[in-house]
């Protein structure tokens, strides 16, 4: 995984992850690169986590008013499967 931030927007297309978000499939951007800085990060508890997470993706994702905490919810098991499995 590059550390390197997307030069441009079709290189960050590039970078498009799919989740489920409210049982919907949802492309997030720069989802792993994300998910990798916040684990380097180590903000603690889950709450900070979950916190990290969303500014992070917020930067390059748009995330409507009415959905935040299913986004949280979502990107929060991103993450533990991610810390799990390493």
Same mark, same amino acid.
């Given at each position: 995984m590059s550390n390197d931030k997307p030069c441009?927007? /079709?290189?960050?297309? @590039?970078?498009?992850?799919?989740?489920p978000i409210n049982g919907?499939?949802?492309g997030i951007t720069m989802l792993d690169e994300s998910i990798a800085e #916040?684990?380097?990060?180590?903000?603690?508890?889950? !709450? !900070? #986590?979950?916190?990290?997470l969303m500014k992070k993706i917020r930067i390059y994702n748009y995330v409507p008013p009415g959905v935040e /905490? %299913?986004? /949280? @919810? %979502?990107l929060m098991e991103e993450y533990k499967?991610? #810390?799990t499995k390493k």
């Open positions: 441009c927007a /079709a290189e960050a297309l @590039r970078r498009i992850r799919q989740i919907i499939m949802t #916040v684990k380097e990060q180590n903000p603690g508890n889950d !709450a !900070a #986590v979950r916190e990290a /905490a %299913a986004y /949280a @919810r %979502a499967k991610t #810390v």
